[in-house]
Protein backbone atom coordinates (compact mmCIF):
# COMPACT_ATOMS: atom_id res chain seq x y z
CA UNK A 1 0.00 0.00 0.00
CA UNK A 2 1.15 3.31 -0.74
CA UNK A 3 2.54 5.45 2.54
CA UNK A 4 -0.14 8.26 3.27
CA UNK A 5 0.35 11.33 5.13
CA UNK A 6 -3.40 11.88 6.41
CA UNK A 7 -5.99 9.59 6.82
CA UNK A 8 -6.68 8.07 3.60
CA UNK A 9 -7.91 4.67 4.71
CA UNK A 10 -9.53 5.31 8.01
CA UNK A 11 -12.48 6.79 9.28
CA UNK A 12 -12.98 9.41 11.90
CA UNK A 13 -16.08 7.82 14.14
CA UNK A 14 -13.70 5.33 15.77
CA UNK A 15 -11.44 8.50 17.20
CA UNK A 16 -14.10 10.14 18.94
CA UNK A 17 -15.27 7.05 20.60
CA UNK A 18 -12.01 6.57 21.41
CA UNK A 19 -10.85 9.70 23.05
CA UNK A 20 -14.10 9.83 25.07
CA UNK A 21 -13.17 6.70 26.70
CA UNK A 22 -9.71 7.85 27.49
CA UNK A 23 -10.88 10.96 28.83
CA UNK A 24 -13.07 9.44 31.39
CA UNK A 25 -10.72 7.21 32.31
CA UNK A 26 -8.23 9.92 32.97
CA UNK A 27 -10.81 12.11 34.77
CA UNK A 28 -12.40 9.48 36.88
CA UNK A 29 -8.12 8.33 37.80
CA UNK A 30 -8.01 12.14 38.74
CA UNK A 31 -11.30 12.22 40.94
CA UNK A 32 -10.16 8.80 42.69
CA UNK A 33 -6.76 10.09 43.89
CA UNK A 34 -7.75 13.72 44.54
CA UNK A 35 -11.08 13.78 45.63
CA UNK A 36 -11.84 17.05 46.81
CA UNK A 37 -9.64 18.58 43.93
CA UNK A 38 -13.24 18.27 41.71
CA UNK A 39 -15.92 18.74 44.38
CA UNK A 40 -19.59 19.08 43.34
CA UNK A 41 -19.11 22.08 41.00
CA UNK A 42 -16.12 20.19 39.10
CA UNK A 43 -18.07 17.17 38.04
CA UNK A 44 -20.94 19.54 36.60
CA UNK A 45 -17.45 20.85 34.86
CA UNK A 46 -16.18 17.38 34.36
CA UNK A 47 -19.50 16.70 32.24
CA UNK A 48 -19.31 19.70 30.24
CA UNK A 49 -15.39 19.66 29.34
CA UNK A 50 -16.03 15.72 28.40
CA UNK A 51 -18.56 17.09 25.97
CA UNK A 52 -16.74 19.96 24.67
CA UNK A 53 -13.76 18.51 23.93
CA UNK A 54 -15.99 15.33 22.33
CA UNK A 55 -17.16 17.94 20.35
CA UNK A 56 -13.71 19.62 19.49
CA UNK A 57 -12.25 16.36 18.38
CA UNK A 58 -15.67 15.18 16.30
CA UNK A 59 -15.29 18.53 14.85
CA UNK A 60 -11.71 18.17 13.83
CA UNK A 61 -11.59 14.96 12.45
CA UNK A 62 -14.53 15.88 10.27
CA UNK A 63 -12.86 18.54 9.12
CA UNK A 64 -10.04 16.41 7.57
CA UNK A 65 -12.31 13.82 5.92
CA UNK A 66 -13.20 16.02 2.84
CA UNK A 67 -12.65 12.15 1.07
CA UNK A 68 -15.95 11.23 2.81
CA UNK A 69 -18.52 12.87 0.43
CA UNK A 70 -15.67 12.24 -2.95
CA UNK A 71 -16.57 9.15 -5.06
CA UNK A 72 -13.01 8.69 -5.37
CA UNK A 73 -11.66 5.01 -3.86
CA UNK A 74 -8.53 3.82 -3.42
CA UNK A 75 -8.09 -0.31 -4.53
CA UNK A 76 -5.50 -1.97 -3.33
CA UNK A 77 -6.02 -5.89 -4.53
CA UNK A 78 -2.10 -6.41 -4.36
CA UNK A 79 1.05 -4.55 -4.57
CA UNK A 80 0.86 -4.71 -8.31
CA UNK A 81 -2.48 -3.52 -8.63
CA UNK A 82 -3.54 -0.36 -6.69
CA UNK A 83 -5.44 2.49 -8.58
CA UNK A 84 -8.00 4.58 -8.00
CA UNK A 85 -11.72 4.26 -9.10
CA UNK A 86 -14.49 6.45 -9.73
CA UNK A 87 -17.73 4.53 -7.45
CA UNK A 88 -20.47 6.39 -8.95
CA UNK A 89 -19.19 5.94 -12.88
CA UNK A 90 -17.77 2.74 -11.95
CA UNK A 91 -14.41 3.67 -13.86
CA UNK A 92 -10.55 3.56 -13.54
CA UNK A 93 -9.58 7.11 -13.35
CA UNK A 94 -6.04 5.98 -12.17
CA UNK A 95 -4.23 3.18 -13.30
CA UNK A 96 -2.37 0.29 -11.79
CA UNK A 97 1.14 0.91 -10.37
CA UNK A 98 0.30 3.65 -7.86
CA UNK A 99 3.20 3.55 -5.53
CA UNK A 100 2.46 6.96 -3.29
CA UNK A 101 -0.44 9.08 -2.50
CA UNK A 102 -0.35 12.06 -0.21
CA UNK A 103 -3.57 13.70 1.22
CA UNK A 104 -2.84 17.98 1.57
CA UNK A 105 -5.75 20.54 2.32
CA UNK A 106 -8.44 18.56 0.55
CA UNK A 107 -6.48 16.88 -2.51
CA UNK A 108 -5.00 13.65 -2.96
CA UNK A 109 -1.36 13.80 -4.71
CA UNK A 110 -0.50 11.05 -6.55
CA UNK A 111 2.45 9.35 -8.10
CA UNK A 112 1.87 5.98 -10.60
CA UNK A 113 4.74 4.65 -12.21
CA UNK A 114 3.59 3.72 -15.51
CA UNK A 115 2.69 0.14 -16.13
CA UNK A 116 1.84 -2.16 -19.24
CA UNK A 117 0.51 -5.83 -19.69
CA UNK A 118 0.14 -7.26 -23.33
CA UNK A 119 -1.45 -10.77 -24.03
CA UNK A 120 1.19 -12.75 -25.43
CA UNK A 121 0.86 -16.16 -27.13
CA UNK A 122 3.68 -18.66 -28.00
CA UNK A 123 3.81 -20.36 -31.04
CA UNK A 124 1.24 -23.15 -29.80
CA UNK A 125 -1.15 -20.60 -28.91
CA UNK A 126 -0.35 -20.71 -25.23
CA UNK A 127 -1.58 -17.45 -23.77
CA UNK A 128 0.60 -15.35 -20.65
CA UNK A 129 0.58 -11.91 -19.61
CA UNK A 130 3.73 -10.37 -19.55
CA UNK A 131 3.65 -6.60 -17.97
CA UNK A 132 6.28 -3.52 -18.17
CA UNK A 133 7.43 -2.06 -15.52
CA UNK A 134 8.97 1.02 -16.44
CA UNK A 135 11.25 3.89 -15.12
CA UNK A 136 8.19 6.35 -16.37
CA UNK A 137 6.17 8.87 -13.73
CA UNK A 138 2.87 9.64 -14.31
CA UNK A 139 1.82 12.62 -10.95
CA UNK A 140 -1.96 12.85 -11.05
CA UNK A 141 -3.90 15.62 -8.17
CA UNK A 142 -7.24 14.75 -6.92
CA UNK A 143 -9.27 17.59 -5.49
CA UNK A 144 -11.33 15.66 -3.23
CA UNK A 145 -14.27 18.38 -2.72
CA UNK A 146 -15.08 18.15 -6.23
CA UNK A 147 -13.89 14.90 -7.57
CA UNK A 148 -11.50 16.21 -9.94
CA UNK A 149 -9.03 14.30 -11.22
CA UNK A 150 -6.11 16.25 -12.89
CA UNK A 151 -3.17 14.08 -14.85
CA UNK A 152 -1.16 12.59 -15.80
CA UNK A 153 1.91 15.19 -15.48
CA UNK A 154 5.12 15.06 -15.88
CA UNK A 155 7.47 16.25 -12.51
CA UNK A 156 8.04 19.71 -13.70
CA UNK A 157 4.20 20.35 -15.00
CA UNK A 158 3.26 18.58 -10.81
CA UNK A 159 5.27 21.21 -9.07
CA UNK A 160 3.89 23.83 -11.11
CA UNK A 161 -0.18 22.86 -10.63
CA UNK A 162 1.14 22.36 -7.05
CA UNK A 163 2.26 26.03 -6.92
CA UNK A 164 -0.99 27.19 -8.59
CA UNK A 165 -2.86 25.20 -5.68
CA UNK A 166 -0.86 26.58 -3.13
CA UNK A 167 0.44 23.15 -2.05
CA UNK A 168 4.40 23.58 -1.04
CA UNK A 169 6.57 20.51 0.16
CA UNK A 170 4.97 17.86 -1.14
CA UNK A 171 7.85 15.02 -2.09
CA UNK A 172 6.51 11.98 -3.30
CA UNK A 173 8.58 8.96 -3.83
CA UNK A 174 9.26 6.04 -5.91
CA UNK A 175 9.09 2.85 -3.09
CA UNK A 176 13.06 1.52 -2.65
CA UNK A 177 11.86 -2.07 -3.27
CA UNK A 178 10.42 -0.74 -6.92
CA UNK A 179 12.64 -2.67 -9.83
CA UNK A 180 11.67 -1.76 -13.91
CA UNK A 181 11.82 -4.77 -15.90
CA UNK A 182 12.40 -3.25 -19.66
CA UNK A 183 15.44 -5.68 -20.81
CA UNK A 184 13.12 -9.12 -19.25
CA UNK A 185 10.26 -6.83 -20.81
CA UNK A 186 11.88 -6.62 -24.33
CA UNK A 187 13.38 -10.15 -24.31
CA UNK A 188 10.15 -12.02 -23.46
CA UNK A 189 7.69 -9.56 -26.06
CA UNK A 190 10.39 -10.74 -28.86
CA UNK A 191 9.74 -13.99 -27.92
CA UNK A 192 5.80 -14.08 -28.50
CA UNK A 193 4.80 -15.57 -31.30
CA UNK A 194 1.75 -13.41 -31.34
CA UNK A 195 1.19 -9.97 -29.23
CA UNK A 196 -2.59 -8.46 -28.51
Not at 174 to 190: G, H, I, L
Request: net charge neutral; glycine share 6%.
Amino acid sequence: MPRTRGALFSGSGGWVIVFNRYLMKFITKVEVHFPNLLGAEGKNMKIKLTLLLTFMVGFLTACGQDRANSNIKFVDADKDHQYFVNKIKNTVIIPDQVVDVVEEKGFLLVLRMVAESIDCYNKSGIPTIITHYSESKEYWIINLNSDQVDGPFDEDAFKHQLEKASLLDINLKVPQNYRANTEYFNKEKSACYRVE
